[in-house]
C-alpha cells in the first residue's frame, strides 16, 4: 500500500506560477498510474492530470492543457504538478492519487484507491 503527501500549495496572484509535489512512501510508485484532481468548494472532485507508469504519457482535459505539466520520478518516488498561468477559477485543494488499472491512465476518481490528504492553492485576481 502507498502513502501519499502533498505540498506545494499556497496563495499566488493570476498569472502566477506553483509547482505542487506528491511524496510517495510504502511502496514504489513505479507500480502505479498517478493522477492529480481538485476539488472547489462546492463542486465535485475535478480530474486535471494524469500521468502513465512509465511517465511516457500524460494527459489534461481542456481546461488545464498547456498551463498545467505534470511529471514524475520514480527514483524519488515523487510526483510533481506544475501550474503556470494561474487563474482565480484554479483556486481548489489539490490532491494526488495512485492507481493501478489496465489503462495507462484514467480520469475517473474510482479508479484510484489511494488519495493524499490534499494542499490549498488560492488564486487572487
Known amino acids: 500500500q502507498v502513502q501519499l503527501v502533498e505540498s506545494g500549495g499556497g496563495l499566488v496572484q493570476a498569472g502566477g506560477s506553483l509547482r505542487l509535489a506528491c511524496a510517495a512512501s510504502g511502496r514504489s510508485i513505479s507500480y502505479y498510474a498517478m493522477g492529480w484532481f481538485r476539488e472547489a468548494p462546492g463542486k465535485e472532485r475535478e480530474f486535471v492530470a494524469a500521468?502513465?507508469?512509465?511517465?511516457?504519457?500524460?494527459y489534461y482535459p481542456d481546461s488545464v492543457k498547456g498551463r498545467f505539466t505534470i511529471s514524475r520520478d520514480n527514483a524519488k518516488n515523487t510526483v510533481y504538478l506544475q501550474l503556470n498561468s494561474l487563474k482565480p477559477e484554479d483556486t481548489a485543494v489539490y490532491y494526488c492519487a495512485a492507481g493501478s488499472f489496465g489503462s495507462s491512465w484514467s480520469r475517473s476518481i474510482y479508479d484510484y484507491p489511494y488519495w493524499g490528504q490534499g494542499t490549498q492553492v488560492t488564486v487572487s485576481s
Open positions: 500521468i502513465s507508469r512509465t511517465g511516457l504519457d500524460t
